[in-house]
């Protein structure tokens, strides 16, 4: 079976594709990934086929764009800059790669170019598509609303009044993609679609989801179709170790305090010197893991700076996690059994973070908030509760025995087209 991968984002975006698609790949299967050529080592250091649809510096763009980290500019800055002039080579490479009848399609929510091919190929044209979902905010449901910032639905507010909300924001979205996406339906013969992300993105056939249960159970007006795997905690630590200089640091001291922004957040040195005066007054270790160049001058001593380190391998070795709240960053956190302070800014992020704290893993401290005062009384309080420590190794606790990348494969292995 020829298996088309289509990723459209950041590492935390990608990285779930890369380590789905190398296990279909030791399953038998061909497999080709679509992502932004900035991932071109990682899919094939992983040994799989690699095809760009999207340039790096489109991802410079964004990723140098102050904006993409605004609470409510960021989303619109991602829509119009990032994945819309993208659509078009998504379509025509998923389009050019199909065999009917032998391929399945698996994106992610903003890889509309794989529901592009779904939808005009329809029914009989036997590709069906699998919707990777990474984090449960993608769903817009009026019983357990994602938190999303500046669409505030506290749990007293009539469901009809948050399902009129999400109209309004259904439409305010619309208009950031709607021109570019209409225009490519009407050069494929195709009409134009309103509400796209809260029902049109969502595929037909199957609908991924890589986090479990326990983090988000189903709600009644979720789309059909769904299926929970776990997280699939995949960060590339094979082919990119900790490293001899960070092994030593690690080795030669109490735990630190690991903190991260994000792999696509160039532009945070003001978190991190917050992070590290928050640390050091707490008598702590700090681990900084940022790609951005200016966090590499705030190292030296108790203070450690990492272009990148998997979290996989670090995380179990620290005595807290604080990170911006993306969906990798705090399954990694769960996935070690450390407490963790997220410091949500944007997208997914506030929603990740609130279900860190609805399990009592962790808190949240909204980045608009941060400073060194407001991070060391977090951090103090993070570290000294016992609470949130057991309930941290309690969620490790819960990820022992599941599979689910090996879930995620047999599900597409098995997909097939369900509706028109």
């Not at 500019?73 to 800059?81: A, F, S």
């Not at 999303?148 to 993609?177: C, H, S, T």
């Not at 309080?381 to 190794?393: C, E, I």
């Amino acid at each position: 079976m020829r298996i088309l991968m289509n990723a459209f984002g950041s590492a935390g975006d990608t990285l779930p594709h890369i380590a789905i698609g190398r296990a279909l790949k030791a399953r038998g299967h061909e497999v080709i990934v679509f992502a932004n050529e900035d991932f071109c080592g990682s899919v094939e250091a992983a040994g799989l086929r690699f095809l760009a649809n999207g340039t790096s510096e489109q991802m410079r763009e964004l990723t140098g764009n102050p904006d993409l980290w605004h609470p409510q500019r960021g989303l619109e800055l991602v829509l119009r800059k990032g994945l819309a002039p993208t659509l078009r080579l998504q379509y025509d490479l998923l389009r050019s790669f199909v065999v009917p009848g032998q391929s399945v399609m698996v994106s992610g929510v903003m890889g509309l170019g794989g529901r592009l091919v779904r939808e005009k190929l329809g029914r009989a044209g036997g590709v069906p598509l699998v919707t990777l979902h990474l984090a449960p905010s993608v769903f817009f449901s009026v019983h357990r609303p994602p938190r999303y910032p500046g669409l505030a639905m506290p749990p007293f507010m009539p469901r009809f009044m948050k399902a009129a909300l999400f109209r309004l924001a259904d439409k305010r979205v619309d208009g950031w993609i709607s021109h570019d996406l209409d225009a490519l339906r009407k050069h494929l013969g195709l009409p134009p679609v309103r509400r796209i992300f809260h029902h049109w993105a969502h595929s037909p056939d199957e609908l991924l989801c890589l986090w479990p249960d326990w983090f988000a159970s189903p709600q009644p007006d979720w789309p059909p179709f769904t299926t929970r795997v776990g997280f699939p905690l995949y960060d590339d630590a094979e082919h990119r170790p900790l490293g001899p200089a960070l092994e030593a640091w690690l080795d030669d001291g109490h735990a630190p305090v690991a903190f991260s922004a994000g792999s696509a957040n160039l532009t945070p040195r003001d978190f991190f010197a917050a992070g590290v005066r928050a640390a050091q007054s707490l008598g702590r270790r700090a681990l900084l893991i940022s790609a951005a160049p200016e966090v590499a001058g705030l190292a030296g001593g108790d203070v450690f700076h990492a272009a990148y380190a998997p979290f996989s391998r670090v995380l179990p070795r620290t005595a807290a996690f604080v990170s911006h709240g993306g969906i990798g960053s705090c399954a990694q956190g769960l996935a070690a059994g450390v407490p963790q302070l997220v410091t949500p800014r944007a997208f997914d992020q506030f929603d990740n973070a609130s279900r860190v704290v609805d399990l009592g893993a962790g808190l949240m401290l909204p980045a608009r908030l941060w400073s060194p005062r407001r991070a060391d009384a977090a951090l103090g309080k993070l570290l000294t509760s016992t609470t949130m420590g057991a309930a941290a190794r309690k969620a490790r606790q819960e990820q022992t025995y599941a599979d689910p990348i090996g879930a995620a494969c047999k599900l597409i292995e098995t997909a097939h087209v369900r509706g028109s």
